[in-house]
Nanobody
Framework: QVQLVESGGGLVQPGGSLRLSCAASGSIFSFRFWAMGWYRQVPGKQRELVAA???????NYADFVKGRFTISRDNAKNTMYLQMNGLKPEDTAVYYCKKGAGPLEVWGQGTPVTVSS
């Protein structure tokens, strides 16, 4: 089994930065091959994709974070990151990491991010 644990969320002022981490544990021998992503959700809305990264390191981003957020991974540490710069109040949400898709997908428990002055 695989477990994903997010960290790094918190309260930040508009324009500020945070770096989220997603640490994998358990059956992680194939971590470097995993397709992974960051999602976010606010109450009353569907969870939405923020950014994704393949095992080969290719990335894609939602339009609303392009130029501000950067997704990366450190296969030696079995960890994925989301560097968030230029944060806006509308970025306030619970951020989740995910590996895989369909029957193989695994979600973390989420880390809250609040952007407010």
């Amino acid at each position: 089994q695989v477990q994903l644990v997010e960290s790094g969320g918190g309260l930040v002022q508009p324009g500020g930065s945070l770096r989220l981490s997603c640490a994998a544990s358990g059956s992680i021998f194939s971590f470097r091959f995993w397709a992974m992503g960051w999602y976010r959700q606010v109450p009353g809305k569907q969870r939405e994709l923020v950014a994704a990264i393949t095992g080969g390191g290719s990335t894609n981003y939602a339009d609303f974070v392009k130029g501000r957020f950067t997704i990366s991974r450190d296969n030696a540490k079995n960890t994925m990151y989301l560097q968030m710069n230029g944060l806006k109040p509308e970025d306030t949400a619970v951020y989740y990491c995910k590996k895989g898709a369909g029957p193989l997908e695994v979600w973390g428990q989420g880390t809250p991010v609040t952007v407010s002055s």
